[in-house]
């Protein structure tokens, strides 16, 4: 994991940590939920080497000991096989000489005055029903214990969302943070940082399409970045970068997948757990306040999921999807914009030839390129609507136009 990419120094990073750090020196509980999952372990790496960093919160004096403990490893059937696996992650610190029980660990830290925190890096992984009496015990030592230990779990799911909170234990949410994907600064010190590492050109228009395509989302801007370094491929229409897409999307929560497919497709009848989903991806910078995606890859992936573009014909002067009349969703102009790329599939539509079909009547008054990119680009929303990829219309420049499934 540790090579997945370099560590970037953020301003969120930085802002976020010390939230962490001052509820911990508190004496509390920490949940993180990460929506860039892949930075997550990335992001704890840097957190446990900083020291100046967490001197500078916790102060010179006080003294932390941060372990990472894999609970999976072992059935926790109750509190004290938790115990026992405790103390066998903290003799492999070697702080003694002796291996010593989890009482005698208690001990040792009182003595000492250090705080031990206990770090679930996938946390996750115990969020299935067979796993959630670890956590349950984890939650009884945090409460008994308290200040000698305490919890920090890291999520890729939020654990906020109705079907899960309510079956979790409340002692470990105390403290519950969002990282959300970096804004645009942040990435495109990142994008920038690949660059000078893989020892290439990017010009400020290519930053632009990749911070466009893939928002903050790290794990999708490394793919673009080295496709724009090693081949003369498309940066996102490949299997590399669709396997990310996938990963990201299996991992979502059903009402957060069908969130997204309404907000693609620009449906508003969401449901309570919708509606929750939704504040949600505000949260993590995915989606904007108007409800737009800032990750523009899903724009596409989510239309080709829905793989409804299979049939689409004039028939009668109508225009036929899925042998069902979609004419209504259309103004004039953009039915027959729409209508003559139909009947000449895949193949060139000059300019000419559009404005001709948009203004049958003084076509030479009304024409100009700027119009006809506006229809265009209302034809492209209208399509959305149809739950039709955009892209479905190239736009071959300086020559027109080219419609194909």
Known sequence: MKDIYPLVITRQYQQEAEKWLKALKRGEN?????????????????????????????????????????????????????????????????????????DQWLAYLRKYSINAVLILPQAEKYLIKEERSSLTHLSYLADKLNPTFTVMSLYEKDITHPSLI?????????????????????????????????NFACSRKKEQEIL?????HFWFIKE?????????????????MSLRLRTVYDLMLPSEKSVLNKII?????????EQHSLSYFKKM?????????????????????KNVSSEIEIHDNHIILNKIPVDKFFSK?????????????????????????????????????????????????????????PTLIKTVRGKGYSFSL
Not at 265 to 273: A, F, G, H, L
Not at 285 to 305: A, K
Not at 360 to 365: A, F, G, K, L, R
Request: net charge neutral.
């Open 212 to 216: 466009a395509a893939c928002g903050g």
């Open 265 to 273: 497709t620009r449906k508003k009848d969401y449901t309570t757990d």
């Open 285 to 305: 910078n995915f989606v904007n306040s108007q409800n737009r995606l800032l990750v523009n890859l899903y724009q596409d992936f989510i239309l080709q999921r």
């Open 166 to 198: 309510t079956e979790l234990p409340s002692r470990l949410y105390q403290n519950i943070y969002f990282y959300p994907l970096y804004d645009a600064d942040n990435a495109l010190r990142f994008i920038r940082y690949l660059v000078k590492k893989w």
């Open 333 to 389: 102009k953009e039915y027959r914009a729409l209508r003559v790329l139909i009947e000449n599939k895949g193949m060139l539509v000059s300019r000419d030839t559009m404005a001709k079909a948009i203004w049958p009547s003084d076509t030479v008054e009304h024409f100009s390129d700027w119009a006809i990119d506006q229809i265009i680009a209302r034809l492209r929303n209208s399509m959305q609507e149809l739950a039709l990829s």
């Open 30 to 102: 920490v949940s993180v939920i990460f929506f860039p999952q892949t930075d997550r372990l990335r992001r704890l790496q840097q957190l446990l080497e900083d020291q100046d960093f967490l001197r500078s919160v916790f102060g010179k004096e006080a003294r932390y000991l941060f372990q990472i403990i894999d609970l999976s490893a072992h059935i926790i059937e109750d509190i004290h096989e938790l115990y026992e696996h405790i103390a066998e992650q903290l003799n492999l610190l070697r702080l003694s000489d002796a291996r010593l029980s989890f």
């Open 224 to 240: 673009a970045v080295r496709q724009l370094a090693t081949s003369d491929s498309e940066l996102f229409k490949h299997e590399s």
